[in-house]
């Protein structure tokens, strides 16, 4: 029991020698540590309190927020590289943040950690997770190696396009974007979720109008007018 009170009279002294030779740059507010981005100091009336942020985020001494701790891609540490030990868990190299999935040829997925618990996210068709933004890019500007990408096509052969999503008039990602067939008025082609191609088509007498992504009468669509008349004639040499 003597010992255990020896143990802790000691640590007691550590920690307040270790605020004591904090200075506090003014009497109230909280103070970035010289070499750890974690770690700040809490001055009240003067006197310093060492805290940490929550394991994954960092301080930030220019955030006018009362929890001036923030993720990582947020803040410019400068020479303060120095972290905590971290706590990790599934899918969760640190407690909080965002990370990208284990396996390095995925680069569309990623996790967002709160508190330990991931939840897996999943980039737009066509973007890659990038860790330094903690968001998702085009593959050009994340720069990730060894990502392999599954080439999906329909049974014709047809590939969704992946350098870039298509949108609606408001800029808004179309969910099964459409696409006209290059040669063949009446068919089209539709891939769900920006990634799984199908080969579709048009009933008998209507064409793809790819401006409005429907079936209409061939007279609506530019370069479709004869596409039955022509049609026929193919069928009669």
């Known amino acids: 029991m003597k010992q255990f009170f020896v143990c802790t009279i000691v640590a007691a002294l550590c920690v307040a020698s270790i605020n004591a030779a904090f200075q506090c740059p003014k009497p109230n507010g909280q103070f970035e540590d010289e070499v750890q981005c974690d770690k700040y100091y809490e001055c009240d009336d003067g006197v310093a309190k060492e805290k940490l942020c929550p394991d994954g985020l960092v301080f930030d001494p220019l955030n006018r ?5 923030d993720q990582p891609f947020n803040v410019d540490c400068g020479d303060r590289v ?3 030990e971290p706590k990790a868990s599934k899918f969760c190299p640190r407690k909080n943040g965002f990370f990208a999935h284990p396996d390095e040829t ?3 997925i990623f996790y967002n950690c709160i508190d330990g618990d991931a939840l897996e996210t999943k ?3 066509g973007l890659h997770f990038d860790e330094f933004s903690g968001t998702c890019v085009w593959p050009e500007t994340a720069k990730r190696e060894n990502c392999v990408e599954e080439t999906k096509k329909s049974a014709s052969g047809f590939q969704c396009p992946k350098d870039k999503p298509k949108t609606d008039a408001r800029g808004q990602t179309i969910t099964h974007p459409r696409y006209p067939h290059p040669t063949d008025c009446q068919k089209f082609y539709v891939c769900l979720n920006g990634e799984d191609p199908r080969d579709l088509g048009c009933q008998t007498g209507e064409v793809y109008n790819d401006e409005t992504e429907m079936c209409d009468a061939p007279e609506n669509v ?3 007018e004869d596409w039955y ?6 069928k009669t040499r």
């Not at 927020?65 to 701790?69: A, E, G, R, S, V």
């Open 65 to 69: 927020k009362i929890n001036k701790c």
């Open 82 to 84: 120095e972290l905590q």
């Open 106 to 108: 995925v680069c569309d």
């Open 123 to 125: 980039c737009t068709v």
């Open 222 to 224: 530019p370069g479709c």
């Open 229 to 234: 008349k022509d049609s026929d004639e193919k």
